[in-house]
């Protein structure tokens, strides 16, 4: 089978305009072409007055080698790509060491215990917070009513941080493994649309989310795997050998129960800020890293549908409309959109009493009214955060705790349009976008709950952005605060056998551990380390080309 890479046809092409254009691509004839499969479609949407569908196809051929031989330079005209997942190793049958546990049920620990599962290893998982469906409710505690369980939100419990976004399923992770097909595949097994496997930009939404997270928790556990929710890891067991060495024994449960273990892995998302600390009291080895802070930004949809498609807006092929946008500041800042979510809400996202903190979220139909992003500027610890590997948290939590009160101090989010803040007068009543923030917003004045660096920034970019897309600064697009979660503020970093530099048989893994960005770089992430977790059980640990 061959692949054929980079066809492309207009937006409004008839079914046979594509086999069509295989053959002429190949110089064949119809007769020659024995079947085709659409390995992956996406769209350029540059010229919006002639959007093109770009192709890449899968196809059988009479004469294979012949026609490979006559595009032997053509770098669009490939063997299909071998892209079987296929295991490092196999958990010994009648070993007595201990299982593998995994810290965080999220994208990253979803995987790191599914793939430890299918080699057999029997994992067990911890989560601090509940199964799926009660986080659900929980969460909606806080948007509904105002109600916060620390324990059970936005961040922590079944599914982590990506069940409730726009479920992206796409990154910028280079990976020679194809391991992001792995991840689609078993999301795809687990019940999300087969169109993901083929899309360009893929994504699920939060509602189908939640049966695949609990349909892949089921597998696991038919697999030998264990999950124990509502179960906080408060302290680490270490011993110290006569060299000096610091390895793993165990875990302190805030229960106080104890679990035995020498293979560890650390996916505990971004968000676990007591964990950071009780982890670099313990003295594992952690660094600052960079973030970004900033607002959600709200558009209706159908703005930023006719900015970028024109007269094609609202073509079922093309869905809701997304950008990503970068702007170079003169005060040495960038201004970025981020996690930008078509036909979405904006979400509150704390964790934390006395404390707002934003997101967004869409369903797989990206329907709303809106659409939102994070606007956000990159701030890094040896300009901003110095000296402390810590002082990420502290920085997150003033600029939270200050978007609290500016909220009126009742988990409403601050909010202002775009040219009040461009203006720099607070906000009295809103224009024509409507804020989807649950439990609402309070309209205010968002400078005193961003640093002024970030202020400074976001007026600079802002109209820069509303020359690329029309409408982007229109006055009555909405800002609300705060964004501080875009990722982890420190990293747990590791060595060549995937495990902690100071921590031998703990596997620092995913987002929080400052490893990935997203669903599928965390769940990439989470295969890689148990990959390193089942080498490192089987024998010695050896440096891990994964």
Known sequence: MLRLTELTLPLHHADEALPAAICKRLRITPRELVRHVVARRAHDARDKANILLVYSVDVNVKDEAATLARFAKDRNVQRTPDTRYRFVAQAPEGTA??????????????????????????????????????????????????????????????????????????SRIKDQRNLDRKVLTEFVKAGAPSEILTEAHPHIGTFRLVTMVESMRETIESLGGEYRFSSRVDGLDIAVDSTGERRIRGLHLHTGETIEADHVVLAIGHSARDTFEMLHAAGVYVE?????????????QSWIDTARFGADAGNSILGAADYSLSHHCSNGRTVYSFCMCPGGTVVAATSEVGRVATNGMSQYSRNERNANSGLVVAIDPARDYPGDPLAGIALQRHWESLAYVAGGSTYKAPAQKLGDFLAGRSSQALGEVTPSYRPGVHLTDLSQCLPDFAVTAMREALPVFGRQIPGYDHPDVLLTGVETRTSSPVRFTRGETFQSLNTAGLFPAGEGAGYAGGILSAAVDGIKVAEAVALSMNGPALPVAL
């Not at 890293?289 to 209706?300: L, N, T």
């Open 97 to 170: 060491s201990k299982r593998p546990v995994v810290i965080g049920a999220g994208p990253c620990g979803l995987f790191a215990g599914l793939i430890l599962a299918q080699m057999g290893y029997r994992p067990i998982i911890l989560d601090r917070g509940k199964v799926v469906r009660e986080r659900t409710k929980d969460t909606w505690g806080l948007w509904r009513r105002g109600v916060l369980n620390p324990e059970s939100n936005v961040q922590f419990g079944e599914g982590g941080a990506g069940t409730f976004s726009d479920g992206k399923l796409y």
């Open 288 to 300: 600052a890293k960079p973030f970004s802070i900033g607002v959600r930004i709200e558009h209706p």
